[in-house]
C-alpha cells in the first residue's frame, strides 16, 4: 500500500508540473482562452440574432412591390440607421470594421448601445437595398462583446486588446460560416503588412470555433455558396492565373480610391450624416433602375457564376435587360457595385466593404476567366467558376491585405479545397503588388506602429 500512495503521489506531481509548468504556458494563458470561448459562445448568440433580423428584413423588403417605393427603399434605410447611430450610439468614425480596428489601436472603448444599435441601423440600410455587407456591423458587435465582457470580468488592458481581437474573428466566423478564416481574420486584419496580432491567434481559435457553433446550431452547417468540384492540375494555369492577379491589383485599386475620393467629398460637404446617408441612397436607387442586383452584398452574382455552364443554365434569376454573364457585363458589374457600394458607406450608411470586395473580386475573376477560355485552346481547360472563387480570394488579400484569411475562407465559404494552391499564387502577388493600400484607413503598417505596442516599450 504504501509504494502505491508513492506512486499516486509522484504521479499527481507530474500531472501538476505537466499542465501548470514550461516558460510557454501559464494559468493566465489559459484564462484568456476560457474567457475567449466565454466570448465566442456570446459572440455566435449575438451573430444569429442578427441573421434572424436580417432574414425579416429580407421579408418585408421583398413585399414591396410598387417600383416608386423600392426606389425610395434605400434612402430610407440609410437615413433611418444613420439617424439611429448619431443619436443613440456615439462613437467616432462608426464604420463597423474600421471602427473596430481603431478601438483596438487606440485602447479606445466602444459603448455597450452599439450593440442593439448598430445591429438596427445595419438591417435597416442594408435590408433595405443597401449596397454593402453585414460583415462591417458584425464584427463591431464583435468587438463590442469583447469590450463587455472585459467591462464585467474586470480584465487587465492586455486581456482587453486580445478579446477585442478575438471577437472581431469569432463575427466574422459566424457569419461567414468560417471558422479558421475568422480566427486568422482575428489576428491579421489590425496591419496593411503582412504582421500579425500573434497574442490573439489562440484566444481567436477558441472564440471562433464556439461562435460558428452556437450560429450553425441556429443556421446549419452548410457553407455559404455551392460550387462544383473544382481540381489544379496543370501548371501552366499559373500563367493566366498571374493575370488574373494583375488585373485584381488594379480593380482592387480602383475601388480603394473611388472610396477614398467618396469619403472626402461627403467630409468637405460638412453636412449632418443622415443627410449624406439619404443622398447615398438615392443614388442607389438610381444605379439599381440600370442594374436591379446591386442591392446588399451581391451575393446573387456569386451564386450565377459558380453554377455557370457554357449553355447559360443556373443564371437565369439574374438576367434582366443588359445583363448576362459575359466579360463586358461583368467589368460593368463591378464599376457599379463599387459606385453603390461607396455611396451607402462612404456617405454614412451602416454596412461594411468587406462583403463587396469579395463580389468585386469574384466579378472580375469571372470576366478575367471567360477571356481566357474564348482566347486559350480549348486543351487549357479553362475553368471561368474557378477564376471567379480565385478572384474573390486575390480582391481581399489586396483590397482589404488579408491574404491569409483570404486563402483559406474562400475554400471555407464555397466548401471546395482544391484551389488552395492558385489562390495562395494569386493572393500573394495581388497583396505585393498593391503595396499598401487598404479600405481600412484604421489600419497601421505593422506592430511597432501600432499606439498600444509603442506604449508598451
Not at 498571374?242 to 480602383?254: D, K, S
Not at 452584398?297 to 451564386?303: C, E, M, P
Request: aromatic content about 12%; charged content about 10%.
Amino acid at each position: 500500500m504504501t509504494m502505491l500512495r508513492g506512486i499516486s503521489r509522484g504521479i499527481s506531481r507530474i500531472s501538476w508540473k505537466f499542465f501548470f509548468s514550461g516558460s510557454g504556458m501559464s494559468f493566465r494563458t489559459g484564462r484568456y482562452f476560457i474567457e475567449a470561448a466565454l466570448l465566442g459562445a456570446v459572440t455566435g448568440l449575438v451573430t444569429a440574432a442578427f441573421e434572424w433580423m436580417i432574414e425579416k428584413a429580407d421579408a418585408v423588403a421583398g413585399g414591396v412591390e410598387a417600383p416608386w417605393l423600392r426606389f425610395l427603399l434605400p434612402a430610407f434605410g440609410a437615413f433611418a440607421g444613420a439617424l439611429l447611430i448619431s443619436r443613440f450610439a456615439r462613437i467616432e468614425h462608426a464604420r463597423g470594421t474600421d471602427s473596430a480596428v481603431r478601438a483596438f489601436h487606440q485602447a479606445a472603448d466602444i459603448p455597450r448601445t452599439v450593440i442593439p444599435v448598430k445591429s438596427v441601423a445595419s438591417v435597416l440600410t442594408v435590408g433595405f437595398g443597401g449596397s454593402a455587407g453585414y460583415e462591417g456591423p458584425v464584427t463591431l458587435l464583435g468587438a463590442a462583446c469583447g469590450r463587455v465582457i472585459t467591462r464585467l470580468l474586470r480584465l487587465d488592458r492586455r486581456a482587453a486588446h486580445i478579446l477585442l481581437a478575438a471577437g472581431i474573428g469569432a463575427a466574422i466566423a459566424a457569419l461567414f460560416r468560417a471558422p479558421l478564416a475568422g480566427a486568422i481574420f482575428g489576428a491579421e486584419i489590425f496591419y496593411s503588412s503582412s504582421d500579425l496580432e500573434y497574442e490573439a491567434i489562440l484566444p481567436s481559435f477558441a472564440a471562433s470555433t464556439l461562435s460558428y457553433t452556437v450560429f450553425a446550431c441556429f443556421w446549419g452547417w452548410e457553407p455559404m455558396f455551392t460550387m462544383p468540384a473544382a481540381h489544379f492540375e496543370k501548371g501552366l494555369h499559373l500563367l493566366p492565373y498571374f493575370g488574373l492577379a494583375i488585373v485584381i491589383t488594379f480593380g482592387a485599386r480602383f475601388y480603394i480610391a473611388f472610396f477614398r475620393w467618396m469619403e472626402n467629398a461627403v467630409r468637405r460637404l460638412n453636412a449632418p450624416v443622415w443627410v449624406t446617408a439619404a443622398a447615398g441612397g438615392i443614388a442607389v436607387g438610381v444605379i439599381a433602375l440600370f442594374c436591379p442586383f446591386i442591392h446588399g452584398a451581391g451575393y446573387g452574382l456569386a451564386d450565377a457564376c459558380f453554377a455557370y455552364a457554357p449553355d447559360g443554365a443556373g443564371i437565369s434569376a439574374l438576367a434582366s435587360g443588359w445583363w448576362r454573364l459575359a466579360p463586358q457585363c461583368l467589368v460593368a458589374f463591378f464599376v457599379l457595385k463599387v459606385l453603390a457600394t461607396s455611396c451607402t458607406v462612404a456617405s454614412g450608411g451602416s454596412g461594411g466593404v468587406f462583403a463587396p470586395a469579395l463580389v468585386c473580386g469574384c466579378s472580375l475573376g469571372m470576366a478575367t476567366g471567360l477571356c481566357f477560355q474564348r482566347v486559350l485552346p480549348s486543351w487549357t481547360g479553362i475553368v471561368p467558376a474557378e477564376f471567379a472563387l480565385v478572384g474573390m480570394a486575390g480582391f481581399l488579400a489586396s483590397a482589404i491585405r488579408v491574404p491569409i484569411t483570404a486563402i483559406v475562407m474562400v475554400a471555407e465559404i464555397s466548401g471546395n479545397h482544391e484551389l488552395l494552391m492558385p489562390a495562395m499564387w494569386v493572393c500573394g502577388v495581388s497583396f505585393w503588388l498593391n503595396n499598401g493600400w487598404s479600405l481600412y484607413r484604421s489600419q497601421v503598417h505593422d506592430r511597432e506602429s501600432s499606439p498600444i505596442h509603442s506604449a508598451r516599450r
